[in-house]
């Protein structure tokens, strides 16, 4: 992972939000919120929230005194996902690091993650991290994308940009948010973190788009793989994002899409 996979800046998050959260986030984060919540939690910290899809899942299903804590190191994914949120006394937004949280040791009763250990820089330190806000009997619940050949849509776009670029294609795509697919890996950093009862199910979805355009767009425009273009040559942001509509278009259709996704879903304990 580079620097650049971790910019979620500019219009973004907007993109990310309005385009990326329906076609691939909102199924998995319903999931995330039915496991978060089947222990009745009465304190949860959530790290590495984006923007906010989890967040808007889960709190409906918190009972009424509960301690929800949202947290995201990059501060303009915060913001948006706080301003989208409806008013909750019960949440709290504080910008912080996976790696290096704010918070006493035992602090909650589940943390959860959707999507984020990818873009830890240490994955096993984030986890010690996690184990650390955990109360006897807590749970850590978190979810890695699989490789890239399982996600549709992920590696057509991702095809179809390299095309422009083949002597330094861009890798964001397969690098980082599908670069963790390894489950004997997970474990094996998990129980490093020490944690030592772990469940992982792999579970596949259908995304789905209104158009080939509007799924290449969410790709191209709504994550970093935006910036990996602009820093090549910002002239050829449309083109890509033409030519990844096409390749789309091709497999899938022209008018609505839809295409296999696949992501482990994690839980972890002790």
């Known amino acids: 992972m580079t620097e650049r996979d971790k910019v979620f800046g500019g219009s973004i998050p907007k993109f990310y939000d309005t385009l990326m959260v329906p076609l691939i986030f909102e199924a998995y ?6 496991l978060v919540a089947a222990s009745s939690p009465g304190s949860v910290l959530e790290t590495a929230a984006g923007s906010g899809v989890v967040t808007r899942a ?3 299903k918190l009972c009424a005194g509960a301690r929800y804590v949202v947290t995201d190191l990059n501060q303009p994914m915060l913001d948006y996902a ?17 790696l290096d949280l704010p918070f006493e040791d035992a602090s909650f009763d589940v943390v959860c993650c959707q999507f984020g250990a990818m873009f830890f820089p240490n994955r096993v330190a984030g986890y010690v991290e996690a184990r650390r806000m955990l109360r006897p009997g807590g749970r850590f619940v978190f979810n890695v994308w699989d490789r890239i050949e399982e996600n549709d849509f992920a590696e057509e ?10 002597h330094d294609p861009p890798r964001f795509l397969a690098r980082t948010p599908h670069g963790y697919h390894d489950v004997a890996l997970i474990r094996e950093e998990l ?3 020490g ?3 772990i469940e992982v199910e792999t579970r596949e979805k259908v995304s789905s788009a209104r158009s080939a355009r509007d799924a290449a767009a969410a790709y191209c425009l709504g994550t970093p793989l935006r910036n990996e273009i602009e820093a090549r040559d910002a002239s050829l942001l449309q083109l890509a994002t033409d030519r990844a509509t096409k390749a789309i278009a091709n497999r899938h259709g022209d008018g609505p899409v839809a295409g296999k996704i696949q992501a482990h879903v994690i839980v972890a304990a002790g």
């Open 29 to 34: 984060a319903a999931d995330l919120a039915e």
């Open 58 to 60: 889960l709190a409906p």
């Open 82 to 98: 706080a301003a989208k949120q409806q008013a909750d006394s019960r949440i709290e937004w504080r910008q912080a690091d996976a």
């Open 157 to 166: 776009v991702a095809n179809a940009v390299a095309t422009l670029f083949p």
């Open 191 to 193: 129980s490093r973190a």
């Open 195 to 197: 944690f030592s009862d």
